[in-house]
C-alpha cells in the first residue's frame, strides 16, 4: 500500500485525482492540499509514499517544492504544461500526467509508481538481509562480500571483477555473472548488459547507453534499455 499525498491548486483536478485514487487498491490517500507550503506541512508530519504534484502554484510551485526535500517521495507531476516535462524527469519523477487524463493512463502512471516503490523496498538497507552476504573465493582464500557495499559487477569470461564502495580495488573470483546474481536480493540489482550487474540502490544518472554511480559510467546495452527506462525512469 502506497500512501499518498495531492497537490494541486484546482478543486476538480484534486476530485478527480481523489476519485481516481480511490478505486487504485494498492494506493491510500493520506491528505489532499491546495498548495506547495501545506504539502510541506503534510510532509513533515505523515509518511508519504507518492506524491501528485501540480506544477504552477502560488508562492511556491510544484518543482520549487520537489528541489526543497532533501528525501522527496515518489512523484507523480500532474500539470497543464508540457514544457515542464523534461525539467521534471531531470528531478527523476515517476511519471509526467498532462492536463486533462484519463483514468487508463492515470492507472499506468500509479502502476509505473508501484513497481519503483516496490524496487525502491527491495534495494533499502533495511530490505537487504545479512543472509545474503556471501564468500567468494580469491587466491585460495575466502572473502565476505557484503551485498550493500556492492557497486557493481563486471564479468570477464571466467571470472567477475566485484566493485564496492568500500575499496577502489575491485574482487576479482573465478565465477560466472549467472550464478552471483542468484546469491544477490531480487530486486537489488539490475543487468543492465550481458557483462555488467549493477546495485539499483547506487544509480545516480541514466543516460541513453549508460547508467553511472558517481562518475562512473557503466554500459547499457540496446538489448536491456528498454527494460532498464521502465523500471528505472
Same mark, same amino acid.
Request: hydrophobic share 45%; aromatic share 10%; proline share 4%.
Given at each position: ?21 480511490? *478505486? ?22 505523515? *509518511? ?43 528531478? *527523476? %519523477? ?41 564468500? %567468494? ?33 575491485? %574482487? ?62
Amino acid at each position: 500500500m502506497m500512501r499518498c499525498l495531492i497537490v494541486d491548486d484546482e478543486p476538480l483536478v484534486r476530485e478527480l485525482l481523489e476519485d481516481n485514487l480511490n *478505486q487504485v487498491p494498492f494506493l491510500k490517500l493520506v491528505n489532499s492540499c491546495r498548495s506547495a507550503m501545506e504539502a510541506l506541512t503534510i510532509l513533515r508530519q505523515e *509518511q508519504i509514499d507518492l506524491l501528485f504534484l501540480d506544477i504552477q502554484m502560488p508562492r511556491l510551485s510544484g518543482l520549487q517544492l520537489l528541489q526543497s526535500l532533501d528525501h522527496p517521495p515518489l512523484v507523480i507531476i500532474v500539470s497543464a504544461y508540457e514544457k515542464y516535462a523534461v525539467e521534471g524527469f531531470n528531478l *527523476q %519523477v515517476a511519471d509526467y500526467l498532462l492536463k486533462p487524463f484519463t483514468f487508463d493512463r492515470f492507472l499506468k502512471a500509479t502502476n509505473r509508481a508501484a513497481e519503483l516503490f516496490r524496487l525502491k523496498q527491495a534495494a533499502s538497507p533495511s530490505a537487504i538481509a545479512k543472509s545474503h552476504d556471501f564468500f %567468494v573465493s580469491v587466491d585460495y582464500s575466502l572473502v565476505k562480500i557484503v551485498v550493500e557495499d556492492i557497486n557493481y559487477i563486471e564479468s570477464d569470461k571466467d571470472y567477475v571483477r566485484i566493485y564496492l564502495v568500500s575499496t577502489s580495488k575491485p %574482487v576479482v573470483t573465478r565465477l560466472s555473472l549467472r550464478s552471483i546474481e542468484a546469491k544477490l536480493p531480487a530486486g537489488a540489482f539490475i543487468r543492465t548488459h550481458r557483462s555488467f550487474l549493477v546495485a539499483i540502490a547506487k544509480i545516480t544518472t541514466i543516460k541513453r547507453d549508460f547508467v553511472c554511480i558517481g562518475a562512473t559510467e557503466i554500459p547499457v546495452s540496446e538489448t536491456f534499455r528498454d527494460k532498464i527506462y521502465r523500471i528505472l525512469k
